[in-house]
């Protein structure tokens, strides 16, 4: 349903089964899906084809639909992109389903291309800029863009939305590049002509929840602890921004902190669980900063602030502290 372990087992401890996993690994056939199953559509929405199929096999599908309302304002507004001849550069990880299914709505309307990063927004400009071939391009992007796309037609006009849980201030950097090759292409007057503005499609709680880490990174602190899903990407980005100032710790919840002493956690560059031990520093006071992706429930981060608390035993209450205020 979401990208947090916690929440995705508590729904399977309530009978309710999963289709397929994140990467589209499935686990129920589709053939074994019919009419009289509830299918409920996740918070990343689906593609056009899956929806397709099940209508076709009469399951009904709007009633038990819970898209974001943020990822169908990119839909709507990649809808609106293709209908006016712009191609709809989505940011975002590929293998990611929301990714999949905002390019398979963009696809639907015009042409579409999926860039993972600056690196990649670089090379797609060398197509805009007609510096690199048509072999070239279906080597680089291969996977990554809609049946048909003309490189030399298509990349004249282009449009930035994204996965609305990467990292909004690289979304805008993107966007803010193509924009300055669109002016060093066709000129600052005619850029109305060759890009659109689509800065009001970014999702506003993966925003503030990012704002606010980087508010966080503003104080001094012994290190930091990010409670989400493993598999979540803006969590991740969460990790990354605070990994800049601070020793980082990423648990799906309090059951990874053994004791005062060790920690089991998730290095998501290696993707690999980790150990370690003497995480909290044999200081006093020590300063902990605790936050958590924008999927997270509040009861995960609570639990795990009663848990560090705990080996505090001289430290206030959290009533006493909700009492100040």
């Known amino acids: 349903m979401i990208h947090n372990q916690e929440v995705n087992a508590d729904l399977k401890s309530r009978g309710i089964k999963f289709i397929a996993d994140t990467d589209g690994t499935q686990f129920i056939p589709w053939e074994n899906i019919g009419k009289d199953d509830v299918v409920i559509i996740p918070a990343f929405g689906t593609t056009l084809e899956i929806e397709h199929f099940l209508l076709d096999k009469n399951v009904e599908v709007q009633k038990y639909n819970t898209t974001c309302p943020f990822v169908e304002k990119v839909w709507t507004r990649a809808e609106k992109l293709g209908k006016e001849n712009y191609t709809i550069i989505i940011h975002g990880k590929s293998r990611h389903e929301e990714t999949r299914a905002t ?27 007609g510096e690199k071939s048509r ?28 996965q609305t849980t990467m990292l909004a201030t690289e979304t805008q950097a993107i966007a803010d590049f ?35 880490t980087y508010e966080l990174l503003r104080t001094e602190a012994d290190l930091a602890i990010v409670v989400g899903g493993y598999n979540s990407s803006n969590t991740s980005h969460i990790v990354e921004l605070c990994e800049r100032n601070f020793p980082t710790y990423f648990i799906n919840s309090e059951s990874e902190i053994k004791s005062s002493q060790e920690i089991h956690h998730f290095n998501y560059h290696t993707k690999e669980k980790k150990s370690n031990l003497n995480f909290l520093p044999d200081k006093k006071p ?39 205020f």
């Open 178 to 212: 193509f924009k300055q090759t669109m002016i060093k292409k066709y000129g600052e007057s005619n850029l109305k002509d060759h890009f659109a503005d689509t800065r009001d499609t970014l999702c506003y709680a993966t925003n503030d929840n990012q704002d606010s």
């Open 103 to 129: 390019f398979s709505h963009g696809a639907k309307n015009g042409a579409s291309v999926i860039v993972q990063d600056m690196d990649d927004a670089e090379r797609l400009a060398q197509y805009v800029m």
């Open 286 to 324: 020590v300063k902990i900063v605790l936050t958590s992706g924008a999927s997270c429930p509040d009861t995960l981060v609570d639990r795990v602030l009663l848990k560090l608390l705990g080996y505090f035993p001289n430290s206030k209450t959290v009533e006493e502290i909700i009492s100040a």
């Open 135 to 162: 072999e070239e391009f279906d080597k680089e992007f291969d996977g990554k863009f809609s049946k048909g796309l003309d490189i030399e037609k298509d990349l004249k006009r282009v449009g930035v939305v994204n």
